[in-house]
């Protein structure tokens, strides 16, 4: 290797950025300071790195920061550079580019966010923002949004405390930061945070009003019902749903408040209502457009509501139930398209599996839940295990009698160990 060849990954990545010594160390701060790492990084210890001596600069908050700023793990990044890595633009080269469009969008971003004053473009900047994190939400593990939704949250409140916006611009900046509250709610729900998340959607609630934002108050009322059904707090979940659904006439709003309260009606026993309840989701289904109305992980797609309604014949009960539950699974499925988040998929393939068990098809049952297991842990949300854990639950009255379901629940109880909730609590 000749001296003018880089001696570690990180050194090769350094030097194809744009970026100098000192500009990484102050994108590395950064980074510390908005995950709250007690940590930082001085020139002398990041040409260290660059020449691969880390001895004493190994602490686990800069190996993580250092994982998060250069999106390689800190043993590769210090490790030397094979030919490839040298010769021919390695991945590690294509992550830094993309890692520095990345940082320098934000920075641009934040520049726009801090120039003093609430104007129409300041209020784009910050729509913009809010679309981009709801569209990351449909394809990012929530863990990795948290962070972004913080400091949006933040900066917002800062300006409707400090700038003194005009009455039009107040209510935009109550839309934005209820909007940011709400994904924070949803994300904290997902991660098996209950308080935090109710915490959240409380002051989204506020912020809603405010806005006098009616699509807003839907999302919020859901978040709040979905937090509620997965503590299995059923009659809370209805009651949240019920509430929001009794202002609503947008037929996207109307379907994702009333398929989320007649499965919550189906959970406390009152099949009734909840029969009532998915009625009225099914006739506004076919009135959804296609186009979404609101952005991202905002926008209730309709393959959610099928896969929702097999969940409310699942709770009902009976074959007749669990053969229109498995309907409405495998609607789910073809509904669904290749650019819907891999847990809806994954939440129909259990509802379909929990309908095979009923019905007493442990193979056909196997299949669907297997195809789940393999789900990588950062999107192993709450209502995702809660889901396996009830396939599970259900496997184990045909565990005596079939080897299938006996190995399936070992499989199970391993996947529901790790995941994104026991993943955020070890970081």
């Known amino acids: 290797m000749d001296a003018a060849d880089p001696r570690t990954v990180l050194e090769g990545i350094i030097r194809t950025s744009d970026r100098s010594v000192r500009e990484w160390c102050q994108v590395f701060n950064d980074c510390a300071a908005a995950h709250r790492e007690k940590t930082s990084l001085s020139e002398r210890t990041l040409r260290r790195w660059m020449a691969g001596d880390v001895l004493g600069s190994r602490a686990a908050g800069s190996r993580r920061i250092a994982e998060k700023v250069w999106k390689l793990g800190f043993e590769v990044l210090i490790s030397v550079p094979g030919?490839?890595?040298?010769?021919?633009?390695?991945?590690?080269?294509?992550?830094?580019?993309?890692?520095e469009i990345t940082m320098s969008t934000d920075e641009?971003?934040?520049?726009?966010?801090?120039?003093?004053?609430?104007?129409?473009?300041v209020l784009d900047q910050l729509h913009a923002d809010v679309k981009k994190y709801a569209a990351d939400y449909l394809h990012k593990p929530p863990i990795r949004l948290v962070p972004k939704l913080t400091e949006l949250?933040?900066?917002?409140?800062?300006?409707?405390?400090?700038?003194?916006?005009?009455?039009?611009?107040?209510?935009?900046?109550?839309?934005?930061?209820?909007?940011?509250?709400?994904?924070?709610?949803?994300?904290?729900?997902?991660?098996?945070?209950?308080?935090?998340?109710?915490?959240?959607?409380?002051?989204?609630?506020?912020?809603?009003?405010?806005?006098?934002?009616?699509?807003?108050?839907?999302?919020?009322?859901?978040?709040?019902?979905?937090?509620?059904?997965?503590?299995?707090?059923?009659?809370?979940?209805?009651?949240?749903?019920?509430?929001?659904?009794?202002?609503?006439?947008?037929?996207?709003?109307?379907?994702?408040?009333?398929?989320?309260?007649?499965?919550?009606?189906?959970?406390?026993?009152?099949?009734?209502?909840?029969?009532?309840?998915?009625?009225?989701?099914?006739?506004?289904?076919?009135?959804?457009?296609?186009?979404?109305?609101?952005?991202?992980?905002?926008?209730?797609?309709?393959?959610?509501?099928?896969?929702?309604?097999?969940e409310v014949h699942l709770a009902i009960g009976g074959r007749a139930h669990a053969m229109q539950a498995l309907?409405?699974?495998?609607?789910?499925?073809?509904?669904?398209?290749?650019?819907?988040?891999?847990?809806?998929?994954?939440?129909?393939?259990?509802?379909?599996?929990?309908?095979?068990?009923?019905i007493g098809d442990a193979e056909a049952a196997n299949a669907r839940i297997s195809s789940v297991l393999t789900l990588p842990v950062e999107l192993r949300t709450t209502p995702i295990v809660e889901r396996v854990i009830n396939a599970g639950n259900d496997l184990r009255a045909l565990a005596a009698r079939t080897t299938v379901a006996g190995e399936l629940t070992e499989r199970i109880e391993l996947f529901t160990t790790y995941t994104a909730k026991t993943a955020n609590a070890e970081e």
């Open 108 to 121: 641009s971003a934040r520049w726009i966010r801090g120039s003093g004053g609430v104007d129409p473009v």
């Open 327 to 358: 309907e409405q699974a495998d609607t789910a499925l073809t509904v669904l398209t290749n650019d819907s988040p891999a847990e809806f998929s994954a939440a129909a393939h259990l509802d379909a599996a929990r309908a095979y068990l009923a």
């Open 153 to 310: 949250r933040r900066e917002v409140f800062d300006m409707i405390d400090e700038r003194r916006p005009r009455p039009r611009e107040l209510s935009e900046l109550y839309l934005i930061a209820g909007q940011a509250c709400a994904l924070l709610a949803h994300a904290c729900a997902d991660l098996g945070r209950t308080h935090d998340a109710d915490t959240h959607a409380r002051t989204a609630w506020f912020a809603a009003d405010y806005a006098e934002s009616a699509p807003l108050r839907a999302y919020v009322a859901w978040v709040q019902a979905n937090v509620a059904y997965w503590d299995k707090d059923f009659p809370r979940a209805a009651k949240y749903a019920q509430s929001g659904l009794a202002d609503m006439h947008d037929s996207s709003t109307r379907l994702r408040l009333a398929s989320q309260l007649a499965r919550a009606q189906a959970a406390t026993g009152n099949h009734r209502a909840a029969l009532d309840a998915l009625d009225i989701a099914m006739n506004a289904i076919g009135d959804v457009h296609p186009q979404a109305s609101e952005p991202g992980v905002m926008h209730f797609e309709p393959g959610k509501a099928h896969y929702y309604a097999a």
């Open 83 to 99: 030919p490839t890595d040298v010769e021919e633009t390695p991945l590690s080269v294509s992550d830094a580019l993309d890692q």
